[in-house]
């Protein structure tokens, strides 16, 4: 199963908040959303638990983490199996 795999990846941490949780208290986050032409491949997406999820809400990825200053630090550190054209994309958002 996909999910798993990318939380497996992950270590079961949220990329946001840095915590570790069982797979029932995670969801997959797309870094680049569907309907801004994200796709499902494995390097877009993250685990996100439940809370950063919630607190993200439909915010763009930039706006969450440039108003989350712990989320942002995290994010860097953690999201490192993002695809590096994403992460630059994002960088330069966040300028
Ligand atoms: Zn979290």
């Not at 706006?63 to 054209?85: C, G, K, M, Q």
Request: proline letters at 3%; glycine letters at 6%.
């Amino acid at each position: 199963m996909k999910r798993l795999r990318i939380f497996e990846r992950d270590a079961y941490r949220c990329v946001y908040c840095g915590q570790q949780f069982p797979s029932e208290e995670l969801t997959i986050d797309h870094v680049e959303p569907r309907v801004r032409g994200g796709d499902r491949s494995d390097g877009n997406l993250v685990t996100a638990c439940m809370g950063c999820n919630t607190l993200k809400g439909h915010r763009r990825l930039s706006d969450f983490l440039l108003a989350e200053e712990v989320a942002r630090t995290n994010f860097f550190r953690y999201a490192v199996h993002v695809w590096p054209r994403i992460l630059r994309v994002l960088r330069e958002d966040l300028e």
